[in-house]
């Protein structure tokens, strides 16, 4: 099981540019959730998808942020334009749907630094 | 609503010391509880869970048993080692139409000194 993974692994990119990164869950798992970690503000959940479709996006910053599921093997978290503050690690986690298994596996993260 | 509180680090510890690391939890329901660590520069793994109240989840050295009387998951580990040292976090999964959303804590770091 090649795990939840994400790319670029880095990003570096200056204010006022498109960013996007990717994700792709471990296979037959139908959650898919978008976190973003700074040492200010901890671990947060930005939106999560059940079978491809958003759930709940009320962690979404603001309007700069889009994600998308097209299908189940991919998700993409956009951000546009960029901002410094918006510099992070995002992580992508995804979950399977089976009675009493909640636990998400998390991806090694995207480490995005906008300048 | 949900929420967690851990206790706050970073907490400072030799080789072979024991390990406790607070968590609390409010919830309505029966939720299940689990413990995530981060190593340096890598994403969250889970390291034990508990899905009902007086369940012990165990790992790698580790144990939380799952306290409804006192809404508590404390992990704890008997004998440290360098290699532990990281940030743990508790979570709890949601309610409702929501159990795969988890709700953690803001995480503990642990650092482990030879």
């Known amino acids: 099981d090649a795990g939840v993974i994400q790319s670029p692994r880095h990003e570096v990119t200056e204010m006022g540019q498109e960013v996007t990164l990717r994700c792709k869950p471990i296979s037959g798992h139908d959650y898919l959730f978008w976190y973003r970690q700074t040492m200010m503000r901890g671990l947060e959940l930005l939106i999560y998808f059940n079978n491809n479709v958003p759930i709940d996006d009320s962690g979404m910053p603001e309007d700069r942020f889009s994600a998308k599921m097209p299908n189940a093997s991919f998700s993409t978290l956009k951000i546009q334009p960029s901002e410094p503050r918006d510099s992070a690690v995002y992580f992508c986690?995804?979950?399977?749907?089976?009675?009493?298994?909640?636990?998400?596996?998390f991806g090694p993260g995207t480490r995005l630094t906008v300048t | 609503g949900n929420s967690v509180t851990q206790m706050e680090g970073p907490v400072t510890l030799s080789e072979e010391a024991f390990l406790t690391i607070n968590c609390t939890y409010t919830a309505t329901g029966y939720p299940s509880l689990f413990w995530y660590v981060q190593y340096p520069g890598e994403g969250l793994q889970l390291l034990l869970k508990?899905?009902?109240?007086?369940d012990k989840g165990s790992n790698k050295g580790f144990e939380a048993t799952y306290r409804k009387e006192t809404t508590s998951f404390h992990l704890e580990k008997g004998s440290v080692q360098v290699s532990d040292s990281a940030v743990y976090f508790c979570a709890l999964s949601g309610q409702g139409g929501g159990y795969n959303k988890l709700i953690f804590g803001a995480g503990t770091r642990l650092a482990v000194h030879p």
């Open positions: 508990a899905t009902k109240a007086d």
């Open positions: 986690a995804s979950s399977p749907t089976l009675a009493g298994v909640y636990e998400q596996y």
